[in-house]
């Protein structure tokens, strides 16, 4: 249907009205209900119609809703619309925009990145891949030792529920991040597992209160390498040291092996998990 204007100043039912803007009648209907919009011409037999006049507002009305504002900030900037009101309501609505772009953003990056390690842990097929060098910022972790012998996935599992239990207790937010911790002082003795354990990332922010068992990884570079495996086996890590010997670099700092991807996301045939340790370097002097 195509509607044609006899007069500028004819009335409108409410059927063209929504026509002109491209919405439902019920949409004005319901703007009608809750005192937004309503008609300017109610007649004797209680037909009630708009003006021509009011399509701009409609208008306005149109936009502030196709840029996700609310109808009661709708309402408010109604009440008191000027230019300096208008403009801080569409500020404020861009703000709140920014924040959810940002958001959505960190989130695609986080899907991105599991697609890959899923992508990576598919394909992998037990050739170690080449060690690369990553920069990464200062981490926080919250490290529980494993029970003194037993280097097992079920040993692995209670050192992170402790961990889990602690954070909780403290008010801290552990993230997905998480995995074994090795020291470098066991390291140089030769006794890598002697003092490992369970460690997830958490939020540095955070008041850690009376929380000790905080570790810190430092900012800088290291050599990763991505396997299958359990971290009480140092098979690949005894590989990857003696790359760091063989490229003239020295350890610096704690190990840390993330865990990737635990074996409940794959198939039965690989029943490690899959694993990316990192450790900090710097060339010798």
């Not at 919405?23 to 004005?28: E, P």
């Not at 029970?147 to 909780?168: I, P, T």
């Not at 635990?262 to 899959?274: G, N």
Request: proline share 4%; glycine share 4%; net charge negative.
């Amino acid at each position: 249907m195509c509607i044609e204007y006899d007069s500028i100043n004819r009335k409108l039912s409410i059927s063209e009205m929504a026509q002109i803007h491209n919405i439902t009648r019920q949409t004005l209907i319901y703007y009608d209900k809750i005192n937004l919009f309503k008609p300017d011409i109610i007649e004797a037999n209680g037909y009630r119609y708009y003006s021509t006049t009011q399509i701009p507002l409609l208008r306005e009305i149109c936009f502030l809703r196709s840029i996700g504002m609310s109808l009661d900030d709708i309402r408010k900037n109604n009440a008191y619309s000027d230019s300096t009101t208008t403009i801080q309501l569409l500020e404020s609505q861009n703000d709140k925009l920014q924040k959810q772009i940002d958001q959505l953003q960190a989130q695609q990056k986080q899907i991105h990145n599991r697609i890959e390690i899923y992508r990576d842990a598919t394909e992998f097929r037990g050739t170690e891949y080449k060690p690369s060098i990553q920069h990464f910022p200062q981490r926080t972790m919250l490290y529980h030792e494993w029970e003194a012998g037993k280097h097992s996935r079920r040993s692995m599992h209670f050192a992170l529920m402790r961990g889990w239990n602690e954070a909780e207790k403290y008010g801290l937010l552990p993230s997905n991040r998480y995995g074994t911790i090795y020291f470098k002082e066991d390291l140089d003795k030769g006794e890598p597992l002697s003092h490992a354990g369970a460690c997830f990332e958490i939020d540095p922010d955070l008041p850690a209160h009376s929380c000790t068992h905080l570790k810190v990884l430092k900012e800088g570079d290291y050599v990763c390498m991505q396997r299958f495996g359990m971290s009480y086996d140092i098979i690949a890590m005894k590989k990857l040291l003696h790359w760091i010997e063989e490229n003239n670099y020295v350890i610096t700092g704690d190990i840390y092996d993330e865990c990737l991807m635990d074996a409940s996301f794959y198939e039965d045939e690989y029943e490690p998990d899959f694993c990316e340790l990192q450790i900090p370097i710097a060339k010798a002097v």
